[in-house]
Nanobody, 119 residues
Framework: QVQLVESGGGLVQPGGSLRLSCAASGNMFSSSTMNWYRQALGRQRELVAGITRGGSTNYADSVKGRFTISRDNAKSTVYLQMDSLKSEDTAVYYC?????????????WGRGTQVTVSS
């Protein structure tokens, strides 16, 4: 119902910025809550930020004030603006779409994009 492709990852120095994009195709984007997760080496996957179809957002405490999630429904794209990056932000970042049909829950995931913060 939705295909997700992340882009924008790469190598950045501490204190730098990076903007991730997640392009969606399919018919469920406008009905989906979009999330960014990340998984660092040897760590569990964690929710970084989420945005509902109406634009309500939430963030992990570790990224509040530094990261901003947004969506452009016309372009079927969700973004994660990452500022003041720290080495602790190094991880594979995954785009996630979550939606419900008749109270049944569905999820889809992108392949992930590597973000490395290092001097």
């Amino acid at each position: 119902q939705v295909q997700l492709v992340e882009s924008g990852g790469g190598l950045v120095q501490p204190g730098g910025s990076l903007r991730l994009s997640c392009a969606a195709s399919g018919n469920m984007f406008s009905s989906s809550t979009m999330n960014w997760y990340r998984q660092a080496l040897g760590r569990q996957r964690e929710l970084v930020a989420g945005i509902t179809r109406g634009g309500s957002t939430n963030y992990a405490d570790s990224v509040k004030g530094r990261f901003t999630i947004s969506r452009d429904n016309a372009k079927s794209t969700v973004y994660l603006q990452m500022d003041s990056l720290k080495s602790e932000d190094t991880a594979v970042y995954y785009c996630n779409a979550h939606w419900m049909i008749l109270k049944a829950e569905f999820d889809n995931w992108g392949r992930g994009t590597q973000v490395t913060v290092s001097s």
